[in-house]
């Protein structure tokens, strides 16, 4: 295989950023009086919006809330998650994710981040990772979650590549639809998916792929 791109999603797969979000979700649904928030509702927001995440957690509940309220307790949530991000150092990033990078970025391979976090550049900062990319998108500005392809293809158009000729490295199912809808090459990174191309365990295994 050949690609002229690899387009990484971030939490998961470069870093791994999940717990926080899980304790920061958890410490706001308990504020609420939601109790039934666990590690496996917590399954169900990876690779979505922030706000369909939160959706997701008040649906545990039986309260309604307005849309101003419910913009406060996505920013409180991302005011904790963020305090767990400040405490990010590069050594949060593996030697084979760092080490696989510096080779994809010596073979010419061009690198993408599609993330709909917006907090992507700020980890990207906090890991020291920027100098890895080419090109970033993320959940600022965008319009439509995973699986819909926007943040890929956004990605793709700021590298100036196709996505026929760029491949997509997701751990969600919901990241994986996305690649999919949006003509790239789908590899699920510890993910058992039936729709994704191909399946991999290890990072440092998209050495052989590219």
Do not use: C
């Not at 387009?7 to 009086?33: C, N, P, Q, R």
């Not at 963020?82 to 010419?108: C, H, I, Q, W």
């Not at 550049?121 to 020291?128: A, G, H, S, V």
Request: glycine share 6%.
């Amino acid at each position: 295989m050949k690609f002229s791109a690899l387009i990484f999603d971030l939490d998961g797969v470069l870093v791994h950023t999940d717990k926080f979000h899980y304790l920061a979700w958890k410490s706001l649904a308990e504020s609420l009086g939601i109790t039934t928030f666990d590690e496996k509702v917590n399954e169900r927001l990876k690779g979505v919006s922030r706000m369909t995440s939160l959706e997701i957690v008040l649906s545990l509940g039986k309260k309604e809330y307005s849309a101003s309220e419910k913009q406060a307790f996505a920013e409180t949530k991302n005011t904790l998650y963020r305090e767990y991000l400040s405490k990010m150092t590069p050594d949060d990033v593996t030697n084979e994710v760092r080490g696989t990078l510096r080779f994809l970025k010596a073979r010419g391979i061009k690198i993408g981040l599609g993330s709909v976090s917006k907090n992507a550049p700020y980890i990207l900062e906090r890991t020291d990772l920027e100098k890895y990319f080419d090109a970033v998108s993320d959940g600022n500005g965008l319009i439509n979650s995973k699986p819909d392809p926007e943040v890929f293809l956004k990605a793709a158009e700021r590298l100036a590549v196709s996505p026929k000729d760029s491949a997509v490295v997701e751990d969600a199912a919901a990241g994986i639809d996305a690649a999919i809808a949006g003509g790239f090459y789908a590899i699920a990174y510890n993910l058992q998916y039936a729709k994704a191309n191909i399946q991999i365990k290890d990072f440092s295994l998209l050495k052989q792929i590219i």
